[in-house]
């Protein structure tokens, strides 16, 4: 059921050039019982999945890593990241949205995965959803280098590494994305890796 001490009063857009950015005015009401009136602005870019794709013989994990100008408009040097695979949901569901991502971004041509859990990544500003999976790869499935679509300018590379140096690499800071840190924690304690 919807929130009956929420009332949403109207919403403008201010910019849907690639992404919607909403400025939405609605009532609140307090404990106290009265109303009062909020706006805030809201980045609707759709929802998400991630993937810790890894590998229990070998211990390892594969990530990506490619420039984010957000990131480097907010403090990232060279605006490179280490992530987790991970791609917008088109029109597909979480879970073949994830298939596809895998098989664009790294190559590796995965054919079960595991939701483990939803997050809201940044409740206060953004409306996203992002679907967390974890799935096992082997060299066998690798089909083709990875790296993104041409189409979308993608430039992705691909990095195999042993899990434990990519834990490491929460506590020394080079991996400091959110859907990573939750997705190499979460393979530490339910992962014997
Ligand atoms: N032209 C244009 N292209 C854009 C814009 N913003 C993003 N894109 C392009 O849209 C594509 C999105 O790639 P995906 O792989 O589907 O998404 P993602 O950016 O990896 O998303 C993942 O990471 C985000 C950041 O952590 C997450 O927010 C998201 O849920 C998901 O996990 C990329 O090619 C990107 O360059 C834009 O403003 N203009
Ligand atoms: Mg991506």
Redesign the pocket.
């Known amino acids: 059921m919807k929130n009956p001490t929420i009332k949403i009063q109207e919403t403008e857009i201010l910019s849907d ?3 919607v950015l909403n400025k939405v005015t609605f009532d609140y009401q307090k404990n106290d019982n009265s109303w009062i009136s909020h706006k805030r602005e809201v980045y609707d ?6 993937i810790l794709l890894y590998n229990l013989k070998k211990k390892t994990v594969v990530l990506t890593r ?1 420039f ?1 100008l957000p990131t480097y408009l907010n403090g990232n040097k060279s605006g490179m ?1 280490i ?1 987790v695979c ?3 949901l ?1 029109q597909d569901n979480p879970e073949q949205c994830i298939i596809r ?1 895998t098989e ?2 790294t190559g590796y041509q995965i054919l079960k995965v595991k939701k483990i859990m939803e997050t809201y ?1 940044s409740p206060g500003a ?1 409306t ?1 959803i ?1 679907h967390l999976f974890i799935g096992e790869y082997d060299d066998t499935m690798k089909i083709s280098e990875g790296g ?2 041409e189409s ?3 430039n992705i590379d691909v990095i195999e590494m042993l899990f434990d140096d990519a834990y490491q690499m929460i506590s020394n800071g080079k991996i400091n ?3 990573t840190i939750i997705l190499l924690q979460y393979g530490k304690i339910n992962i014997n890796l």
């Not at 870019?45 to 991630?50: H, L, V």
């Open positions: 050039n690639h992404y870019r759709g929802n998400g999945a991630a490619q984010r990241m992530e991970a791609g917008l088109d991502e664009e971004e990544t953004v996203e992002l993104g679509l979308e300018q993608e994305d959110a859907k």
